[in-house]
Nanobody, 115 residues
Framework: QVRVVESGGGLVQPGGSLRLSCAAS????????MGWYRQAPGKQRESVAR???????NYADSVKGRFTISRDNAKNTVFLQMNSLKPEDTAVYYC?????????WGQGTRVTVSS
């Protein structure tokens, strides 16, 4: 059974940084994509950043230049380094793993950007 667990959320001031981690277990090999999504109160879940099995990345326009996604294949882990955080980045951040026709989601980690 595939399990996806996020960590690293918290409260940070505007302009600050946070690093989110997402660990996948129960999955073998590295032929899967991983991604970060977020859902702010009253809004739909949106894609933030994705990284393919070969390391190809893509980002939402709203986070380009501020967020960096990376992965450690040996540990089945993906990271999201978030710099220059803004209040509008406040949301619950979710990680997913996409392998063939299967998508696995974590429970989310809350990020609050506020002074």
């Amino acid at each position: 059974q595939v399990r996806v667990v996020e960590s690293g959320g918290g409260l940070v001031q505007p302009g600050g940084s946070l690093r989110l981690s997402c660990a996948a277990s129960g999955i073998s090999g590295n032929s899967y994509a991983m991604g970060w999504y977020r859902q702010a109160p009253g809004k739909q879940r949106e894609s933030v950043a994705r990284i393919g099995s070969g390391g190809t990345t893509n980002y939402a326009d709203s986070v380009k230049g501020r967020f960096t996604i990376s992965r450690d294949n040996a540990k089945n882990t993906v990271f999201l380094q978030m710099n220059s955080l803004k209040p509008e980045d406040t949301a619950v951040y979710y990680c997913n793993v996409v392998r063939a026709a299967s998508i696995y989601w974590g429970q989310g980690t809350r990020v609050t950007v506020s002074s």
